[in-house]
C-alpha cells in the first residue's frame, strides 16, 4: 500500500497543509481527525490498516488532511473568530484541496469520514457542499457546535452548525447523499445521533442509522465501522 506525505499550500489559511495519501488510485475518501488529532491520526490508530484491503485493489484511495482544530474551534479565542478561522479551513478544502481530488473518478464526488469531532468536521463540510459530497461516514460524531460558542451566535454560527442549518436545507444533491451515522449503546454521543438521525427523517432525508451493541466511545468500535461503511462505495 503505497504512502504519500505532501504540504498543501492554501491560500486561505496562509500556509502548509500537511496530507497522508495512501493508495494510488479509487474512489477518495477524505477521513477527518479526532478533537485535537493530526494527519497521521487514522494511520497510527489502525484505520488505513482496517481499510487496506480496499485500498491495495484500487477500489478507494484515502487523504488524511490535518486539522485546525487548535486554531479554531479549541483556540483561546472570541468565538467569533474559532468560526472565522474555521470558515477558512472550510475555504481550503471546498475550493483548493477537494478539487484536486474530487475528479479521480467519474462522479466528481469523494466520500467523507469522520471519527468523533471528526464527525461533526465531515458532516459539516458534507451538508455544505452536498455537491462534492457522495458518501458521508460518521462515526460517533456530534452535529451541534453552539457548547464551543459560549452563547455567541451569528450568521456563521448557524451556517457552521448541522444542528440548525439542516433544518432549512434544500440542496437537491442531499437527498442523493449516502448517509450513515455510526454509533453504539454505550457511545457518549448516542443522543446526539439519534437525535440527528429524526431531524433527517423529518427532512426526508435518506440515512443508516448504525446503533451498534455494548462497546464504548473508543478505536475499537470504530475500526468495526470503518471497512464496513468503506465496503458501501
Known amino acids: 500500500m503505497r504512502e504519500t506525505y505532501t504540504e498543501f499550500y492554501s491560500h486561505h489559511l496562509g500556509h502548509n ?14 477521513i477527518f481527525p479526532t478533537t485535537l488529532g493530526s494527519y497521521y491520526e487514522a494511520k497510527d490508530r489502525g484505520m488505513i490498516e482496517a481499510v487496506r484491503w480496499f485500498v491495495e485493489r484500487g477500489f478507494i484511495q484515502v487523504f488524511c488532511p490535518d486539522s485546525i482544530n487548535n486554531a479554531s474551534w479549541y483556540a483561546n479565542i472570541h468565538p467569533r473568530h474559532r468560526l472565522e ?70 450568521d456563521n454560527a448557524y451556517f457552521n452548525n448541522p444542528a440548525d442549518f439542516i433544518g432549512g436545507a434544500n440542496d437537491p444533491h442531499l437527498w442523493n447523499m449516502k448517509i450513515v451515522l455510526g454509533t453504539s449503546n454505550w457511545d457518549i454521543c448516542l443522543d446526539a445521533n ?23 466511545h473508543d478505536w475499537p468500535l470504530w475500526l468495526d465501522m470503518f471497512p464496513h461503511y468503506v465496503s458501501l462505495i
Open 17 to 30: 497543509v500537511k496530507v497522508l495519501t495512501f493508495g494510488t488510485r479509487g474512489y477518495p475518501v477524505v
Open 85 to 154: 478561522r474555521h470558515i477558512q479551513y472550510d475555504k481550503f478544502l471546498a475550493d483548493e484541496f477537494v478539487p484536486q481530488i474530487r475528479w479521480n473518478t467519474g462522479s466528481g464526488r469523494i466520500a467523507c469520514a469522520g471519527i468523533s469531532f471528526g464527525g461533526f468536521s465531515a458532516t459539516n463540510f458534507a451538508f455544505r457542499h452536498p455537491e462534492m459530497v457522495s458518501h458521508l461516514f460518521n462515526m460517533s460524531g456530534a452535529f451541534d457546535i453552539k457548547p464551543f460558542l459560549r452563547g455567541y451566535y451569528d
Open 194 to 216: 439519534l437525535q440527528f438521525s429524526e431531524k433527517l427523517r423529518r427532512k426526508g432525508i435518506d440515512h443508516w442509522l448504525d446503533v451498534r451493541g455494548d462497546i464504548e
